[in-house]
């Protein structure tokens, strides 16, 4: 009787030790688990727990396109390394904290944010899935539009989990990321040009620190590059022309007036382009307003260049010498 006592237990041992080698059902182990985005986490984020994201500008006249930014959920928790169904995640705008977080930023007396327009953002996919067996959802995409975004504005975008479907929790610490909109000046960067070669400089009647073609090139709108007018004045047209140091697909130029001079400020002028330096194609005429802000020039057709040139025909006014402030391209 005793042996038969003692292989009653033992048979027990057996059962009980094969169920714990069983899968778990879905729910045993689930309450520790919870879902949150990877970018509410992600190395990306500053040390004030916003992501910056940038978007390149537009021109005035170039298309529209929209910047694609990809946010994902992820299953985390003890229990289960990955997740055991299919788990779908609703995302949404979350703004309720919006109100505390620009409140706590007026009190640092830091820029409040700015709700990005519809007009700018659109989320046309808000759910993605965590799949069986994974830890990770496939990415979905927020676009914005780099024609309609304005520089200058502190857009800030708090994307969050909406929802979660099989009874799973929403890491509430994690559960939203916060994207900071950096519209960026779509200016290519002048850092390697040179100035490649001018038909008539001002050398000396504008002082030691103004009046040569190099000012078109130095970032500063209250110096500039004008046509010689000391002892003789050169007419009409006047030129400069820019070597990038790099052949690239150039879209337009960006021309910026001397600021606050109207008499002599181009009014039309051309731009021709070239990869050598020696052969030249038109790249369009075009009028220059008499304004202080500077002033995109798109082409009908994007053109191959390493050197773009600037002739001023026409002025505004009269006059035989004329002036820049600064030139640029994108």
């Known amino acids: ?20 080698k069983k899968d778990k059902t879905f729910s045993e182990e689930s309450g520790d688990v919870k879902i949150y985005m990877s970018q509410a986490v992600s190395n990306n984020a500053d040390n004030n727990g916003y992501t910056t994201i940038s978007v390149v500008q537009r021109a005035t006249g170039q298309v529209d396109s929209l910047f694609l930014f990809e946010v994902n959920a992820y299953f985390g928790g003890s229990g289960y390394p990955h ?41 046309p996919n808000t759910t993605a899935v965590i799949k ?13 539009s780099s024609k309609k975004i ?47 070669e001018f ?11 103004n009046g040569r073609a190099v000012f078109v090139l130095d970032g500063n709108t209250s110096t500039f590059w004008t046509s010689q007018w000391d002892g003789v ?17 150039l879209n337009g130029v960006i021309i910026t007036r001397r600021q606050n001079v109207t008499n002599g400020s181009p009014k ?24 202080n802000a500077k002033q995109f020039f798109v082409f009908v057709t994007p053109m191959s260049a390493r050197y773009f040139r600037i002739t001023v025909t026409t002025v505004w006014g009269v006059a035989n010498s004329t002036f820049l402030s600064e030139i640029g391209a994108f």
């Open 1 to 20: 009787m005793k042996k038969l006592i003692i292989n009653s237990l033992s048979c027990c041992l057996i059962l009980a030790t094969g169920s714990c």
């Open 83 to 123: 997740a055991p169904g299919d788990v779908q995640v609703s995302f949404q705008l979350d703004y309720s904290k919006w109100d505390s977080i620009n409140a706590d930023r007026q009190k640092a007396g830091l820029p409040l944010f700015e709700k990005i327009p519809d007009s700018v953002f659109s989320f």
């Open 132 to 144: 069986s067996g994974n830890n990770i959802s496939e990415n979905i995409v927020f676009k914005i």
């Open 150 to 196: 304005q520089k200058d504005h502190n857009y800030m975008i708090p994307l969050g989990i909406a929802s979660v479907n099989n009874g799973y929790q929403i890491n509430t610490q994690k559960g939203t990321a916060y994207f900071l909109v950096k519209a960026e000046d779509p200016s290519l960067d002048r850092k390697n040009w040179t100035i490649n």
């Open 199 to 209: 038909d008539s400089q001002e050398a000396s009647g504008e002082g030691p620190n």
């Open 233 to 249: 004045e050169p007419p009409l047209p006047h030129h400069v022309s820019i070597d990038m140091h790099a052949t690239i697909t």
């Open 268 to 291: 039309a002028f051309t731009v021709d382009v070239s990869t050598d330096g020696t052969n030249w194609k038109t790249a369009g005429t075009y009028e220059l307003a008499s304004v």
